[in-house]
């Protein structure tokens, strides 16, 4: 398969950061040519004139497992959130459930120029989560989450540690690296709160057998700490580093409640954070010290988290968060829109330690991007306005007229190709009636 992109305007974010105007060739799942492209032969091509091409965006902190949970856990603090609504409901899934709650999260994160995510799916039926993803085309790096500790979690929820640990394993063995990579695993601890050291430990050993990521959640809640504090004598990131989870392969959502050693910890050991505007603010947490991290060189991407903390997967939403709520305290070029921007793309790909394959849009590097129309009224006048900033300040995730992930159209002219939009609409609703029903016997 050979796709061409014709007349595009063409945010590269290479090592220059680049913004040209021409043409994209695609051979596969590739970018083969960027720049002026005559005399070949494609077997689709797409006229992009007026249109600005971009790499698809990377979050790097989804629950696609929690997307039928929009507006079901509204207006409530972290810990509340979770034991009143989040986990009971988790605890209610059934295999179809969780394969439309995927399929319904994976559409919204398409359609909104999202190519790549690091998911956390729920204790049961991540398999089904996994085939979802495997249908919808996006480029994922999920696992199932692990919980082998707490007593107020739902019976449902509550694991034994030697068979949370099997099941990752097995779901590793499955789905790592299928479609020639496109799906990879990642171990999910959900937070040390939920997690017994042993199975923590035995955690860091098979992310180094198997060299995958590590992805949970630290530092998004003063409650959250005091809890991991009265537990195991020392704050979150302090105990991982302690534990020896803290190292390159580890991806820490939120990182709110920071302190300086465990600022310098993340520094130093190559900890990656992935910073989640949208979902700190409507929960209460907090702001996360961004600027801080950024300015001590710490890897920062972004993420949305999941729909009912957010209660979207748009990250023009996190963006221009991200953007505009450090500047009341750390001024007004704080975070810059190319600073996001680069969170949003390039930074999700080391995130991942993908950065070698996307991110950019570079000859070599897998075809993921978006095609932007940024011709409304609410993007004029353009003239001598910067391409990014108008991106992150801007636009809107309706703009998205195109993705494509993988070197495959995942959507076109706003036209999903990989999934019925109407089926997954529509079993989505029958879904969630279906576990709400179930919510009074879960515990």
Wanted: proline fraction near 2%; include cysteine; hydrophobic fraction near 40%.
């Amino acid at each position: 398969m050979r796709l061409l992109i014709k007349n595009a305007e063409i945010v590269t974010m290479n090592a220059k950061e680049e913004i040209i105007h021409g043409d994209i060739l695609i051979e596969e799942d590739r970018i083969v040519d960027i720049g002026e492209i005559t005399d070949v032969q494609a077997d689709k091509v797409i006229d992009a004139s007026r249109r600005t091409v971009v790499p698809g965006f990377i979050q790097t902190h989804i629950h696609l497992c929690q997307t039928l949970f929009r507006g079901q856990a509204d207006d409530l603090e972290l810990l509340d959130w979770l034991k009143k609504r989040i986990w009971p409901l988790e605890a209610s899934h059934d295999a179809e459930s969780s394969y439309y709650s995927a399929m319904l999260g994976a559409g919204e994160l398409i359609q909104s120029g999202t190519t790549s995510i690091v998911d956390m799916e729920t204790v049961h039926y991540a398999d089904e989560a996994f085939q979802a993803m495997a249908q919808s085309g996006i480029r994922v790096m999920s696992g199932k989450v692990m919980m082998d500790k707490g007593d107020e979690v739902p019976l449902r929820l509550r694991e034994k540690t030697t068979e949370s640990i099997q099941a990752s394993v097995d779901l590793l063995e499955k789905w790592h690296n299928y479609d020639n990579g496109r799906i990879q695993y990642a171990f999910c601890p959900r937070f040390v709160v939920s997690c017994t050291e042993e199975l923590l430990v035995e955690v860091r050993e098979l992310s180094e057998k198997y060299n995958v990521r590590v992805h949970t959640h630290a530092s998004e809640n003063r409650g959250e700490i005091e809890l991991v504090e009265r537990e195991r004598g020392m704050r979150n990131v302090v105990y991982l580093d302690h534990i020896g989870l803290a190292n390159h392969r580890l991806i820490l959502a939120h990182c709110i409640w920071l302190n300086e050693e465990e600022k310098r910890i993340i520094r130093e050991r190559g900890v990656k954070v992935s910073h989640c505007p949208g979902s700190n603010l409507k929960l209460a947490s907090g702001i996360s010290d961004v600027p801080g991290l950024l300015s001590g060189e710490a890897f920062v991407s972004l993420g949305a988290d999941g729909a009912p903390c957010n209660n979207n997967l748009d990250m023009f939403n996190e963006m221009r968060l991200a953007a505009i709520i450090h500047k009341p305290h750390c001024g007004p070029t704080a975070m810059d829109a190319k600073t996001v921007f680069r969170m949003a793309t390039i930074g999700g790909a080391k995130a991942m330690g993908l950065d070698h394959e996307i991110g950019s849009l570079e000859v070599g590097k897998k075809a993921d991007l978006a095609i932007l129309n940024l011709n409304g009224f609410h993007m004029y006048p353009s003239f001598g306005v910067d391409t990014i900033s108008r991106i992150v300040y801007s636009a809107t995730r309706a703009d998205v007229e195109t993705t494509i992930i993988n070197g495959q159209v995942a959507m076109e002219n706003r036209v999903m190709k990989t999934m019925d939009e109407s089926i997954v609409l529509k079993e989505s609703n029958k879904a969630i009636k279906r576990l709400l029903a179930k919510l009074p016997h879960v515990f």
